[in-house]
């Protein structure tokens, strides 16, 4: 029998581990924000985030078989539902959480391929259709430590976040160590930063995600905060503010690390992560929502693929340096060469022609001769012709004497 050889899409793994075992990684490391959530918000939290992976894996089921696949049942599709919620409100309706699911699985991820083949990060679309349609919903935060109903509308008490307060050049209410242990409003799975840290650093060490990235997006990041600060203060507060309000570090660990949107060089990887800082910067500094990272992270996405092309290329130039300087070096003399060899050549090539030339010379001098040879005959022949004039002068006159 013949074999037949699989092609599979990315994202393709070159360790021990497994596609499965990276996606059941980053499961495990979203369940600490999950217990949280629950923690300041109660049940409702939990319940949303079993919606979120439920709704992304039937839809996921319905993508392949309108695309007529074969079912494979990946943990992708969990934990695009387990981000989706984490990115909005405790209090954020459930029809809104199935829109953004839907969006993500049936108009970013199968039109392209399915799994490993989508250009943009589903859950990044997917929460901004949901805040494009649904701003007050989305950005509508209730206060911490507070039960909220599981089902149906809630009647919480609605506080203003942190990054709402920057984006109108205000200072927060709360201080930084609220907003490291998650106490002050915001979306339910992006408050707690301490904790978020922690998972991120787990994932880093099971090598589930790059250190690289979250790396070169915060430290740029960071240093715009410093040098562009949108409140007064310390530069200090500035960077805390920036740097724990939002969505930045759940972002930078658990969505600007994605597998299949992100370069896959190294070096593709730090130039996806400064390049996202600075534009992750400009679109909260200048946004019109206080949440700008899922935006810039759509438009970063469409830049991964020219971030592997300039790896490669720089790659190539720094594996093949000895070839390249050979041939800049074998080119600088073959310049030279050219304004020398004329200079020896010219005397080799008058030689040759210095012999052709004697022996042409050689035929014109037997020319002249017999043309001199002719020109004497005919000479001869005007001078004779004077000689008997001059001699019918002389006899003319002897015959005048003699008729004397």
Sequence with gaps: MKEK??????????????????????????????????????????????????TCAVLSLIGQLLLKEKLNFDLTPIITGLIIPLLMPASIPYYVVFSACAVAILVVKFPFGGTGSNLFNPAAVGFASAAICWP???????????????FGETTARIAQSPAYSLSLGAVPDYNVLDMLLGSAPGPMGATNILVVAACGIFLIVKKAINW????????????????????????????????????IIFGAF???????????????KMLAGISSAVVVFLFRYFGEFEMGFASALIVMNVF?????????????????????????????????????????????????????????EEVPEEEPAVEIDLSEEAEPSAETEEEEELSEENEEPSGEEETV
Excluded: W
């Design 136 to 150: 007050k919903e989305v950005f509508s935060y209730p206060a911490t430590m507070q039960s909220l109903e599981v």
């Design 212 to 247: 690289l990235t979250p790396f070169c997006f915060l430290v740029p990041y960071a240093l715009l905060c410093v040098l562009f600060p949108r409140i007064g203060g310390s530069p200090f507060d500035a960077l805390c503010y920036e740097l724990f309000s939002g969505t």
């Design 254 to 268: 658990f969505m600007l690390t994605e597998p299949v949107t992100s370069p896959k060089r190294d070096f593709g």
């Design 5 to 54: 050889l699989m092609f599979q899409n990315a994202p393709h793994v070159r360790q021990s581990e497994s596609v499965v075992t990276m996606m059941a990684d980053v499961i495990i490391a979203l369940l600490p924000v999950y217990l949280m959530s629950f923690f300041y918000y109660g049940l409702r939290a939990v319940m949303l985030g079993i919606f979120g992976a439920v």
């Design 304 to 360: 991964s693929p020219i971030f592997d092309a300039i790896c490669e290329s720089v790659l190539h130039i720094y594996r093949h340096k000895g070839a390249i300087l050979a041939s800049f070096k074998k080119e600088t003399p073959a310049e030279t060469k050219p304004a020398e060899v004329p200079a020896e050549a010219v005397p080799e090539e008058e030689e040759i022609p210095a012999e052709e030339t004697s022996s042409e």
